[in-house]
């Protein structure tokens, strides 16, 4: 199965995972010598700029925003109460 990821998307999800890099790097080099870095505050860090990015630039969904077009004809309901003879 293939996934189809839109140029706008992958660019978002390299940028978050960039920073998220970026804050761990920091981290771990701001913290001494034994420390592991913070992997919740990159996780975090990552997940916010990726969700701040898909919010200003759409994630290149392809949504139209006009409304449906409304259906013409009659509804189910109204064919079903005519179909029934009268008494």
Known sequence: MTLHIDDVG?????VGLLVGYAVY????AAAGVASKGDVVGAIGAAAATITALF???GGGGSAS???????????????QVSAVPPE
């Open 10 to 14: 992958l660019l978002i999800l390299a």
């Open 55 to 57: 919010l200003l630039f």
């Open 25 to 28: 790097k920091h981290t771990r």
């Open 65 to 79: 925003a006009e409304p449906a077009p409304r259906p013409t004809g009659h509804a189910l309901a109204s064919l």
